[in-house]
């Protein structure tokens, strides 16, 4: 069993930055696929980030290439979401999410956080 819990979230003005924190509870959490998702009102749930257990991969999506930064700390069973450059499309609650083993796929993740309210005034 894994537990996440995210904090770090709150309003921010445009071109400013914030800094997202995962927290997870376990012992294996190190062998975990961690991910950070969105999702903004009336919009699907989409994947931001992603690292592997070890942090030596990494994803981004598209928009937010370049202005985001996953890193995790497995000593301290934690994943970081840095954010910068962000504007008013970043809004929404963002979620940590995990899984067991090395899968890229965007699916498969079986532990998720409560979510963090992100909000970006133009």
């Known amino acids: 069993q894994v537990q996440l819990v995210e904090s770090g979230g709150g309003l921010v003005q445009a071109g400013g930055s914030l800094r997202l924190s995962c927290a997870a509870s376990?012992?294996?959490?190190?062998?975990?696929?961690v991910a950070w998702f969105r999702q903004a009102p009336g919009k699907e749930r989409d994947i931001v980030a992603r690292?592997?257990?070890?942090?030596?991969?990494?994803y981004y999506a598209d928009s937010v290439k370049g202005r985001f930064t996953i890193s995790r700390d497995n000593a301290k069973n934690t994943v970081a979401l840095q954010m910068s450059s962000l504007n008013p499309d970043d809004t929404a609650v963002y979620y940590c999410?995990?899984?067991?083993?090395?899968?890229?796929?965007?699916?498969?993740?079986?532990?998720w956080g409560q979510g963090t309210q992100v909000t970006v005034s133009s």
């Open positions: 376990g012992r294996t959490f190190s062998i975990y696929t």
């Open positions: 690292i592997s257990w070890n942090g030596g991969s990494t």
């Open positions: 999410a995990a899984k067991p083993g090395a899968s890229t796929v965007v699916t498969g993740y079986i532990y």
